[in-house]
């Protein structure tokens, strides 16, 4: 089913007077890929441009993501001043996910492994930044990171054990989603006061540095072999977790969880924290830290209980926008293609997202609203662009001639 007519409708509405004098490249070629990131047939920038009603050939959907990198930069600018809520707490949420491709050849593709398939496939993997705002998560930035064990391994496979090997491997890559994480947060230091993540980055790399470098506040999962130190005894956090007695209450999102607070020294962190042990209405249990040892439990809390919404986004946006559907041979295009998907506020049409399911560990779903057909007509009463109208449509106008 073909809805450019609609989308146009909808961008026309919207954005008023400056819809007739945007340059017509940019606008039609923009709309057509949109149009494919929400229709179900359309797996690929091949799919999205063999439909007859697009008027557009491969080449020049393809050129497009190649080239006028001026255009998506400040695209992508424009859409990141356009997220922001002045005077509220900025919680970043950091977390990375597979998109699993079909050639070797494509960039940053390698072998991964697949913990909800529990195999090894050909996949990119993708570290991505984002905000919650008001229950919802904004990407701010997806970075593709890469595997800088694949050049060396070959040359040390002759003396290393194949033991030794993958945990060097495993090690590079860990490195490596934690650098680029903090290396992005440092160019951003104004857009973060609590940084949230899961226990793979809560680790004493990423804790140090958001205490050290960035001034933020750290708020993760710990695993449960770390050994720390509470009220001068030494324990490993499965045997502080285990004979915690909960002391104090909180309400969140209709439930109740129980939790208690400790000032702790990790022995692999060279900073005192501060460590909640929480319990859930169904006894489950896990512990939180933050690298500042003065922040309130239940603030801490309040924090993690927003990472569940990066989670939903990965849900969303992988079976409802096409956020691996780019099997392009070029780096810049692949980076170019992930931000429309970044800023798309609807799922395919007529879609409706399944609820997620609750973790283990303290994570609350929400249910996203979605777009139905009747959506294009309550235009007026629900407006889902209050802050971008007047300003996406022209930025795109100082594009024209």
């Given at each position: 089913?073909?809805?450019?007519?609609?989308?146009?409708?909808?961008v026309?509405?919207?954005f008023?007077?400056?819809?007739?004098?945007?340059?017509?490249?940019?606008?039609?070629?923009l709309?057509?890929?949109v149009?494919?990131?929400?229709?179900?047939?359309c797996?690929s920038i091949?799919?999205?441009?063999?439909?007859?009603?697009?008027?557009?050939?491969?080449?020049?959907?393809?050129?497009?993501?190649?080239?006028?990198?001026?255009f998506?930069?400040?695209?992508?600018?424009?859409?990141?001043?356009?997220?922001?809520?002045?005077?509220?707490?900025?919680?970043?949420?950091?977390?990375?996910?597979?998109?699993?491709?079909?050639?070797?050849?494509?960039?940053?593709v390698s072998?991964?492994?697949?913990?909800?398939?529990?195999?090894?496939k050909?996949?990119?993997t993708i570290?991505?930044?984002?905000e919650?705002?008001?229950?919802?998560?904004?990407?701010?930035k997806?970075?593709?990171t890469?595997?800088k064990?694949?050049?060396?391994?070959?040359q040390?496979?002759?003396?290393e054990?194949?033991?030794k090997l993958?945990?060097r491997q495993k090690k590079?890559?860990?490195?490596?989603?934690?650098?680029?994480?903090?290396?992005?947060?440092?160019?951003?230091?104004?857009?973060?006061?609590?940084?949230?993540?899961?226990?793979?980055?809560?680790?004493?790399?990423?804790?140090e540095?958001?205490?050290?470098w960035?001034?933020?506040?750290?708020?993760?999962?710990?695993?449960?072999?770390?050994?720390?130190?509470?009220?001068?005894?030494?324990?490993?956090?499965n045997?502080?977790v285990?004979t915690?007695?909960?002391?104090?209450r909180?309400?969140l999102?209709g439930?109740?969880?129980q939790?208690?607070?400790?000032n702790?020294?990790?022995?692999?962190?060279?900073?005192?924290?501060?460590?909640?042990?929480?319990q859930?209405?169904?006894?489950?249990?896990a512990?939180?830290?933050?690298?500042?040892?003065?922040?309130?439990?239940?603030?801490?809390i309040?924090?993690y209980?927003?990472?569940?919404?990066?989670?939903?986004?990965f849900?969303?946006?992988?079976q409802?926008?096409g956020?691996g559907?780019?099997h392009?041979?070029?780096?810049k295009?692949h980076r170019?293609?992930?931000?429309p998907?970044?800023?798309?506020?609807?799922?395919?049409k007529?879609?409706?997202l399944?609820?997620?399911?609750?973790?283990?560990?303290?994570?609350?779903?929400?249910?996203?609203?979605?777009?139905s057909?009747?959506?294009?007509?309550?235009?007026?009463?629900?407006?889902?662009?209050?802050?971008?109208?007047?300003?996406f449509?022209p930025?795109?106008l100082?594009?024209?001639?």
């Open positions: 089913m073909n809805i450019l007519t609609s989308i146009e409708e909808f026309k509405y919207h008023g007077e400056y819809f007739e004098n945007i340059a017509a490249f940019y606008l039609r070629n709309l057509i890929l149009q494919g990131l929400i229709s179900e047939r797996d091949s799919k999205i441009a063999q439909n007859p009603l697009n008027k557009r050939a491969h080449t020049t959907l393809t050129r497009f993501l190649n080239q006028h990198d001026t998506w930069t400040e695209m992508e600018k424009r859409f990141q001043e356009v997220i922001q809520c002045p005077g509220s707490t900025r919680v970043v949420i950091a977390d990375d996910s597979l998109l699993e491709k079909r050639g070797k050849q494509i960039p940053s072998k991964a492994y697949d913990h909800c398939t529990h195999h090894f050909n996949a990119q570290l991505t930044i984002g919650n705002i008001n229950g919802l998560f904004y990407p701010l997806i970075l593709f890469e595997n064990a694949k050049s060396s391994s070959k040390k496979t002759k003396c054990g194949k033991k993958k945990a590079e890559r860990q490195q490596t989603k934690n650098d680029m994480l903090v290396n992005w947060l440092k160019a951003h230091p104004e857009n973060t006061d609590v940084i949230v993540a899961d226990s793979w980055y809560t680790n004493a790399y990423l804790i540095a958001c205490h050290d960035i001034h933020s506040t750290f708020v993760g999962q710990l695993k449960g072999n770390l050994i720390l130190r509470v009220d001068n005894k030494i324990m490993n956090v045997e502080l285990s915690s007695k909960m002391n104090r909180v309400p999102n439930k109740t969880i939790y208690r607070s400790y702790a020294q990790i022995q692999s962190v060279r900073i005192p924290v501060k460590i909640v042990v929480t859930l209405e169904n006894g489950a249990r512990a939180l830290v933050s690298s500042d040892s003065q922040i309130s439990g239940e603030d801490m309040r924090y209980a927003q990472r569940w919404s990066i989670e939903s986004f849900k969303m946006a992988k409802n926008l956020l559907d780019c392009l041979r070029s780096q295009a170019h293609y992930m931000i998907p970044q800023k798309q506020p609807f799922p395919k007529g879609k409706s399944k609820k997620s399911k609750k973790s283990k560990d303290l994570n609350f779903s929400k249910q996203n609203q979605m777009l057909p009747e959506n294009f007509k309550k235009l007026r009463e629900n407006d889902p662009f209050p802050q971008i109208r007047g300003q449509l930025f795109l100082s594009y024209a001639a």
